[in-house]
């Protein structure tokens, strides 16, 4: 296989600790080795003057299934402009928020990042996540099952059957090629089943009598019992409502006293997502206002948590989630299509398209507050750049976050732009935070940190010999200051891109589809009669496919790569 | 001796029942017998069965007999007439699999075509309901498990889609419904008296075409406001009672056919029921979903989704992906003279479509794949003959909840016949080496 020498770039790696030092990186078989590693024959990709990091870890993105298809094929609408034609190499690709498969690899692959999450996979839908991740060429790819609402989960851990619960995520990764337990809503969504919800995270579900932090920790205790490469990746209860911050502190109180066990190096036990979203205070849209400061002490004193923003980036978006209630609530404030699937035994989705006015003074409070997450932390290992694409904006607007990060000048250009500044900034902090992070801490944020919180410090994040070939170069010249629209042009357009060895981006313009991958995690737990049996007994009685055809086939994932965890004793 | 195979996918209709059992000879050759499915569904495997069928592609002659050609000179024509074409038409895909319909995706992407799917004669205008309106649904299990309220519209399950109401929406006794049918309420609205409608507790024989009024008159009644004395045909006493039927169940549902799409009103009626249905989860619980007719039409309306990012109409003619129904739909594009080629996979036009569609295809160099002889096949150029997709070959399909289901494989195609998704891979791999020439 080619071998590449990246010569004279300015190097960030949170791995290795380089912050902007002028190093080479050299690549052999798809990997990073030494420089003494490779022959004279190798390839030299000249990289003065510019920064070459890690390629990026998107941790939590809404980018392949059934409810992101739905919005695809409900908003024709989002197409009518930026569709761009076939050319060699490459196929035509269209949307904005809801991008179509080939559209969303190319441009994860444009600004450097190389692997994603799909971050809520419906167990029954799981044959056509794993369909369009087939399809999402170059990045590699996993998907975080949901649990949160299963009826398994509930009843077992109604009983705190913890090692019932992680025999069934065993099988459960396995028959879905799943990466992770996700948790939306918990409790919260089974009551969606009759029209209802979980607001706080002691409201029993109805009828299974079992609370939401009971689930949480359960799962949490199950999860490590296993000791999966990620943790329980939670969205809490309460999203989107004013004064539920308290909701999401209670919900990483859970996690107290719990160390993590697992081979991955993995320190967390409770990844919370779009913690944006669950930063609210005040009581009313009116008197409403961010409560990051709260949010993030918690967070910086407690190194057993990890979060990601949800960062708003003021954009025309499409909310999906699997929390159903939540989706019917906000159909009823904007009066925008609904759509809404709920999912037998498992969970459930909606829908509804979102714009984030500029105008609107609570858009540009949840602006801010996201900003503030970030600016706030301590520790850049344990927190991460999200939009919780779509909800918060599309992923393709990361180059425009990482620009107000950066540059405190284009958060004031942002502020002043707003209709209601004064009012944003008098319910915010932002305006007080004069923290520009620097190229290393954004390493952490997008490359370092996530992989490391999803057990994949081994293969990504890094430059380090031995890890994957995952690079991305960059037209910044950390010796030379760049405006805010410099930096945010730099990041949309990466020079040069390279993943597991092979060039996929060259100048900007995709190359190569690359060899992509799936991740999945494959359980080995002691056998467990009983949860066999009520496996067999739920397909019998209670779903609507035979337990013979819920499987995803081996065909649905070409180019796996599995994570063996066993946790027989 | 014989052998069984268990759980297997049956590729009628929409249902996509998953629990057939198929009995078959020894030598994995012949179909003996078919259990659990429905009369329509066992006749689709055993018409796989039928002696006569044709095994090679045969080309029309001027004088209208058939020669026998070589599935590479099948293969080179279908290449030939798709790369030459400025705008041809690509239609059918509802009865293939997702695999089969990709490669069709690619090739259309290729030569410019427009990808069109049964949806255009069918739920189309549902789907055109759902860009305005959205659809709160659920899966096919959650009405077994939780429905206790259940209006089929315009749609007659009895005949079209015979095991639903046993498997999933009457009968069946799920996790809060344990009584199975005596736990549920029906409502059948139909003008016409049909078997499901005799089977309902309140049958709505409402007067042809007026179903957007009735609807409207749900909702109205919901609010309590002032009704006429009579709304299609219907007492308003009736209409306030059934209100109020379906705000007292815990979870309902509307299930709905082709007696609404595609009457007077079209995409309106399903606007209208799909509001009715927004304005019931003010009350209840409430979903609505339509009974999709061709096993995996629903399949090609995803694949077209995520690689195209619309559901039918979608017209690569201009090398980025457009869409217009009514413009850029088969009907429309054939009748106006518009394409110059027209290619037929998973779909049978020759008997669904108006007859001066029907014409065009005739006049037009044509292509129909299909492993039966069809009125298509009878016009068209060439009839590429191949394997039964969830008979001789499996594939995914996705069920009318958008529940994707991967169908099996149960004997051998004939001795020598491909499947949709070689015979296009080799279209595919010719068309690509004619359109860099
Ligand atoms: S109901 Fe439909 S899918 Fe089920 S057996 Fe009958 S034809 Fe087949
Ligand atoms: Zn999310």
Redesign the interface.
């Known amino acids: 296989m080619s071998e590449y020498l990246i010569k004279n770039g300015f190097v960030f790696d949170p791995v290795q600790g380089i912050k902007g030092d002028k190093a080479d990186i050299a690549v052999k078989d798809g990997k990073i080795v030494k420089s003494s590693e490779i022959s004279s024959k190798a390839k030299t990709i000249d990289a003065k003057g510019k920064s070459v990091m890690a390629g990026a870890v998107e941790i939590h993105a809404h980018i ?1 299934g ?1 409810k ?3 919005g ?5 609408e ?2 009518l402009f930026g ?4 050319k060699t190499g490459s ?2 690709a ?2 904005f928020s ?1 991008p ?3 559209k969303t690899g190319y441009e994860y692959a444009r600004m450097g990042y190389t692997t994603a999450m799909e971050a809520a996979m419906p167990p ?2 799981a ?2 996540v794993h ?2 991740i087939k ?1 999402t060429p170059i990045i590699d790819e996993g998907a975080y099952p949901v649990f949160g609402n299963n ?1 398994f989960v509930l009843e077992y851990l109604k009983n705190k059957e913890i090692e019932n619960v992680a025999a069934y995520i065993a099988w459960l990764l396995t028959e879905t090629k799943g990466y992770a337990v996700k948790i939306v809503n918990p409790g919260g969504t089974e009551a ?4 209802l919800n979980c607001i706080s995270i002691h409201d029993p579900v109805p ?1 299974f009598d079992v609370t939401p932090a009971q689930i949480v920790q359960g799962l949490l205790e199950a999860n490590e019992y296993l000791g999966l490469p990620h943790s329980i990746h939670v969205h809490t209860n309460n999203l989107g409502n004013p004064g539920n911050y308290e909701t999401t502190l209670d919900t990483f109180k859970l996690a107290e006293g719990y160390k993590a066990k697992n081979k991955f190096g993995r320190e967390q036990v409770l990844h919370h997502t779009h913690v944006q979203f669950h930063s609210y205070g005040g009581d009313n849209w009116g008197n409403f206002e961010s409560k990051s400061k709260e949010i993030m002490e918690y967070v910086n004193k407690h190194d057993n948590i990890t979060i990601d923003l949800g960062q708003v980036t003021l954009d025309e978006t499409t909310t999906m989630t699997a929390d159903g209630p939540f989706e ?1 609530h906000l ?1 009823e404030l904007n009066h ?10 498992e969970t ?1 989705a909606g ?2 398209p979102y714009i984030y006015s500029p105008n609107i003074k609570v858009c540009g409070i949840q602006w801010a507050i996201g900003l503030e997450l970030a600016l706030l932390a301590k520790d850049p290992m344990r927190t991460f750049i999200t939009t919780d694409h779509p909800n918060a904006g599309p992923f393709t607007r990361y180059p425009r976050v990482m620009k107000w990060l950066m540059s405190e000048k284009a958060r004031k250009d942002q502020i002043d732009a707003f209709k209601y500044s004064d009012k944003v900034v008098a319910a915010t902090h932002l305006a007080s935070l004069d923290r520009e992070l620097t190229m290393y801490e954004l390493a952490q944020m997008t490359r370092a940190g996530p992989a490391k919180a999803l057990g994949l410090a081994h293969l990504y994040g890094g430059l380090k010999p031995g890890m994957d070939a995952d690079i991305a170069i960059y037209d910044l010249n950390p010796e030379k200051p760049a405006t805010p629209d410099e930096i945010e042009a730099a990041f949309s357009r990466a020079r040069y891109v390279m993943k597991s060895g092979t060039p996929v981006v060259v100048d900007g313009e995709i190359v190569s589809h690359g060899n992509k991958r799936t991740l999945w995690v494959n359980a080995k737990v002691n056998e467990n009669p009983q949860v066999v049996r009520d496996i067999k007994d739920k397909f019998l ?6 337990q ?2 819920y499987k995803v ?1 081996n065909h ?1 994932v070409p180019n796996p790569y599995i994570i063996e965890v066993d946790a027989t004793q | 001796m014989t052998k069984s195979v ?2 297997v ?1 049956c590729p009628f209709c929409g249902t996509l029942c ?2 057939l059992e198929v009995v078959v000879s020894d030598d994995g050759k012949t179909i003996v017998d078919v259990y659990n499915a429905c009369a329509i569904g066992a006749e689709k495997f055993m018409h796989a069965q039928a002696s006569g069928r044709v095994t090679r592609p045969r080309m029309q002659q001027p004088d209208g007999s058939y020669k026998e050609v070589s599935y590479d000179e099948a293969v080179e024509y279908t290449a030939q007439m798709l790369a030459k074409s400025k705008k041809p038409l690509m239609y059918g895909w509802s009865s293939t699999s ?1 695999e089969a319909q ?1 490669v069709g995706h690619e090739i259309a ?2 030569v410019g075509a427009i990808v069109d799917n049964t949806a255009t004669v069918c739920h189309g205008t549902t ?1 055109l309901a ?13 009405v ?3 429905a206790d309220r259940i209006i089929f519209w315009g749609c007659n399950p009895c005949h079209a889609h015979p095991r639903h109401m046993s ?2 929406s009457i009968f069946p ?4 419904t344990n009584k199975g049918h005596k736990n549920r309420k029906m409502i059948v609205v139909d003008p016409r008296n049909t078997d499901t409608a005799k089977m309902a507790d309140i049958h709505f024989q409402i007067e042809q075409g007026r179903d957007y009024e009735l609807l409207s008159a749900l909702r109205v009644a919901l609010r309590k406001e002032v009704l006429p004395d009579t709304v299609a045909g219907v007492p308003k006493e009736k209409i306030y009672e059934a209100a109020e039927l379906l705000t007292s169940g ?2 309902g549902i509307i299930f709905f056919g082709m007696g609404v799409t595609q009457t007077l009103s079209k995409n309106h009626n399903i606007d209208e029921a799909i509001m009715l249905t ?1 304005d019931l ?1 003010e009350f ?2 409430f ?1 609505i979903m339509a009974m999709r007719g061709h096993y995996n039409v629903t399949g090609s ?3 077209l ?7 039918f109409c979608v017209d ?1 003619s201009r ?3 457009r ?1 217009n129904p009514g413009e850029t739909s088969s009907n429309d594009l054939l009748r106006r003279g518009e394409v110059d080629a027209v290619f037929v996979l998973g779909s049978d036009p020759g008997a669904h479509f108006p007859i001066s569609s029907v014409k065009k295809i005739s006049e037009l160099p044509s292509v129909a794949v299909d492993p039966h002889i069809t009125p298509t096949t009878e016009v068209a150029k060439l009839h590429v003959p191949v394997a039964f997709v969830g008979v001789e070959v499996g594939g ?1 399909c ?1 069920r009318m ?6 169908a099996r494989k149960v004997v051998d195609p004939p001795e020598g016949v491909l499947t949709d998704e070689e015979f296009l891979t080799r279209v595919n791999k010719r068309v690509k080496e004619l359109m860099e020439a």
């Open positions: 392949a059934p992101v298809n739905e695809r094929n409900y908003r024709p989002e197409k569709y761009t034609p076939k196929r035509m269209g949307g809801i179509t498969t080939f029954l839908y044959r056509h369909e369009e399809d009826w969606w089943g009759w029209g009828y019917h159909t925008l299509k609904w759509a809404n699937v709920d999912v037998e035994l459930a829908i509804v009685r209670y779903y609507s496919v035979n013979a055809n086939a649905f | 268990t759980d996918i998953d629990d997702c990709s992407e290729q789907l759902v860009q305005d309106v959205g659809i709160p649904s659920c899966t096919l299990g959650e077994k498990n939780r498997r999933y006794r799920g996790f809060f815990r979870f927004k989860n209840t619980k979903s309306g995803q694949v989704g995520w690689q195209f990012g619309y559901p690569l090398g980025f992906a869409y995914n996705y909840d958008n529940v994707p289901i991967d």
